[in-house]
């Protein structure tokens, strides 16, 4: 695999530069392969071959120039300190120095609703870097990794090819999401891929079944997220730092349910018509909920609020909070 080379380009987004260009695969390869197929026959992997032509080989590889600011990550997510020090102390090693970015494999494991897969795509921002996303629970294909063979019938590339291929970052953040729920079919494991992905060594020459060109994946920022760690096979969890996150104790989930709050304002042209905070007693309310309840919460209760000519929210307007309106039909008598 071709070395990345050493020409510093400016970033377009969030303060880190992106340090070079590095080279994913090798062109003469695809050529091989491309030139190998049968007139009129596997029209799929000829417009990949001639897609990989297209783009060519190299992406962009972040390397930040300092630490970003990330106080803003531990003000939203503040049950994820761990996590965040973690990932500030490996940003911390590369800075100055020549050697890319590489931030180790993370298992984020936790009960539902706690905001693990929104720490995974606020970390995709930080860095910029793109991102691909695997959701395993709704995973209705094996291969989907690391693609199936063009032999078969509707195969096509895996997500980590088309990340990569398709994207314009060497090092995008790739999120599995519910790890634990995957389950092996009797011709493919999901996380079978896995086993060389997540060691930085194989996963220089990884080779996608479907395009079967070897490509660079080692620089790839893998998030895992999970409910169980007993349904993921031992391989797999000693490949990663494995955190335990908890769930916000109730000021923490205070502060994030007036993040929320200010942002969801912010972020809208209707939001000036609302007061700058909201009540205590609404806030207090948001604080029992989990991460993932609030935004939807909020925006209900935004609503219900404007609907009563209202420019600030009451305790009434929150879900559940106004009495259930009887069923619409016939009642038997």
């Not at 962009?60 to 020090?85: I, T």
């Not at 706690?114 to 860095?127: D, E, N, P």
């Not at 389950?183 to 896995?194: N, S």
């Amino acid at each position: 695999m071709a070395a990345p080379s050493t020409d510093l380009v400016p970033s377009p987004a969030s303060g880190i530069p992106i340090a070079s260009l590095r080279s994913l695969y090798r062109v003469e390869e695809v050529e091989r392969r491309l030139t190998k197929l049968p007139p009129r026959e596997h029209e799929h992997l000829r417009s990949t071959y001639e897609r990989m032509l297209e783009k060519g080989p190299e992406r962009f590889q972040v390397k930040p120039s300092g630490l970003p600011a990330m106080q803003h990550l531990y003000e939203e997510l503040p049950n994820f300190r761990e996590v965040l020090d973690d990932v500030r102390r490996q940003l911390a090693l590369c800075h100055d120095s020549r050697d890319a970015l590489e931030i180790t494999p993370m298992l984020l494991l936790g009960p539902p609703g706690i905001g693990k897969t929104h720490f995974a795509r606020a970390v995709s921002q930080l860095l910029a870097t793109g991102l691909g996303f695997i959701s395993m629970s709704s995973l209705t294909a094996g291969w989907v990794l690391s693609g199936a063979s063009s032999q078969w019938k509707g195969a096509r590339p895996g997500k980590v090819f088309e990340t990569l291929v398709d994207g314009a970052y060497a090092n995008p953040v790739m999120v599995v999401d519910e790890i634990d729920k995957a389950r092996a079919e009797q011709a493919y494991d999901p996380l079978g891929a896995l086993y060389g992905l997540l060691e930085h060594d194989t996963a220089h020459s990884f080779t996608d079944e479907f395009a079967e060109v070897p490509i660079d994946a080692s620089q790839v920022i893998w998030i895992a997220t999970a409910n169980d760690e007993r349904c993921i096979p031992e391989p797999i969890l000693n490949r990663m730092n494995v955190y335990e996150v908890q769930p916000p104790d109730h000021e923490a989930a205070r502060c994030i349910a007036l993040r929320l709050y200010e942002g969801i304002r912010a972020a809208h042209d209707w939001g000036r018509r609302f007061e700058a905070e909201p009540q205590p007693e609404v806030l207090e309310r948001l604080a029992a909920m989990a991460p993932r309840e609030m935004r939807r919460t909020w925006m209900t209760a935004f609503g219900n609020a404007r609907l009563a000519g209202r420019d600030h929210i009451e305790p009434a307007d929150l879900p559940g909070a106004a009495p259930k309106r009887a069923p619409i039909g016939f009642v038997a008598q």
